[in-house]
């Protein structure tokens, strides 16, 4: 009796998969694209760039970009506007992009820093430390500069508007009539 009285919009639970799907496409084709790119700059097949962090474009803005976007496109279509889940991922977007020009930017900076100190210290003060040259070097490129994380957004905004009006075509969603 109780399940006969729930209802389900099988529409918005969609949505949310595919917005799902969406944040995955843009930061697997952003790191496919740094793939790509440095497979033929550095002339070897660059797998390794599929992980790394930083980098044209951004994966962490195409992500939130391509959430964002699809979830803008699909509360429009199917609410006839967008919601307050669309002004919490604004917020939450401008935390990501903030994140990843400001503080990852500056980690990187640090690192590097780090990295030459250690560099220049005599073997026995790196011993003391317990640091090894060879397995101990920090990581310089973790942020973006603001040119790769508008690449990123572009590409998150292409990839979200692209999905979201594939289900959209797909599942024959009807325009909201409020």
């Excluded at 073997?123 to 060879?134: A, C, I, T, W, Y």
């Amino acid at each position: 009796m109780i399940l006969e009285t729930i209802k389900i919009d099988w529409s918005i639970s969609a949505s949310a998969f595919i917005i799902m799907i969406a944040g995955f496409l843009g930061m697997f084709i952003a790191q496919l694209y740094k793939v790509i790119v440095h497979s033929i700059t550095e002339k070897r097949f660059a797998i390794d760039y599929l992980m790394n962090n930083g980098g044209m474009p951004s994966s962490h803005t195409s992500t939130i970009g391509a959430m964002l976007t699809s979830l803008g496109v699909l509360q429009f279509r199917i609410q006839g506007g967008i919601g307050y889940e669309f002004a919490i991922g604004v917020v939450f977007s401008f935390i990501v992009i903030f994140d990843a020009m400001g503080v990852r930017w500056e980690a990187g900076k640090h690192a590097k820093l780090l990295n030459e100190i250690m560099e220049n210290e005599s073997k026995s003060m790196q011993r003391k430390v317990g640091f090894n040259p060879e397995t101990d070097i920090l990581k310089e490129k973790l942020g973006h500069k603001p040119m790769e994380v508008l690449v990123g957004g572009i590409f998150g905004c292409v990839i979200g508007t692209s999905i979201a009006w594939i289900y959209i075509l797909c599942a024959n969603i009807p325009p909201f009539v409020g």
